[in-house]
């Protein structure tokens, strides 16, 4: 299992005029509409944008723009 942290994409949600989702992975930085998680996850603040996000530790899959978490 590898770290993950998801937050809202606000610029490129802007962009393509649709709710856009950010998953960071193995740095990988995944454009996704939608989230299925199935692992414990916990609110974490950064220093930096994104200030909140959501990590855990889990695979990371994305089919048809929806990253799935187990």
């Not at 989230?35 to 990590?55: E, G, S």
């Amino acid at each position: 299992m590898a770290a993950f942290y998801f937050h809202f994409n606000k610029p490129e949600t802007r962009k393509r005029g649709v709710p856009v989702m950010t998953v960071h992975y193995k740095g990988q930085c995944l454009l996704v509409e939608s989230i299925d998680c199935a692992v414990p996850v916990k609110t974490r603040v950064r220093k930096q944008q994104p200030v909140i996000v959501v990590a855990g530790s889990g695979e990371v899959t994305v089919t048809n723009g929806v990253a799935v978490i187990r």
